[in-house]
């Protein structure tokens, strides 16, 4: 196989266009102290960009809002495993899990 330099040019350009922002933010921000305020807005970016990309996926379906009631019902369990145990295995598999049987289920009451 062939690689012609336009792509190998290419391919060095995105992979410093996808470094650059992961690792300039670590050199700047290791060398100063952030204020305490600061640390506890920045522990809050995780739960609210995963709690974002969850309600999407629960109540959003082809770009308007449409609640999916196995999705919904799946979350439940999850949710719950994720508030008691803080097991992110458990969390997953209990989510896999949930959406498995409520799909058996809602499978079975449609052939009914």
Do not use: C, N
């Not at 190998?8 to 933010?25: C, E, F």
Request: charged share 10%; aromatic share 8%.
């Amino acid at each position: 196989m062939e690689i012609r330099p336009s792509f190998l040019w290419m391919l060095l350009g995105a992979s410093l266009v996808t470094l650059l922002p992961r690792i300039l933010p670590l050199i700047v921000l290791s060398r100063v102290r952030l204020p305490d305020w600061g640390l506890r807005w920045l522990g809050h970016i995780p739960i609210a960009v995963m709690s974002a990309l969850l309600a999407q996926e629960l109540l959003v379906s082809k770009g308007a809002f449409s609640p999916q009631p196995v999705a919904l019902l799946s979350a439940v369990p999850a949710f719950a495993v994720a508030y008691f145990t803080r097991s992110l295995l458990g969390t997953v598999v209990t989510g896999i899990a949930a959406t498995m049987l409520f799909r058996y289920l809602s499978s079975l009451l449609a052939l009914s």
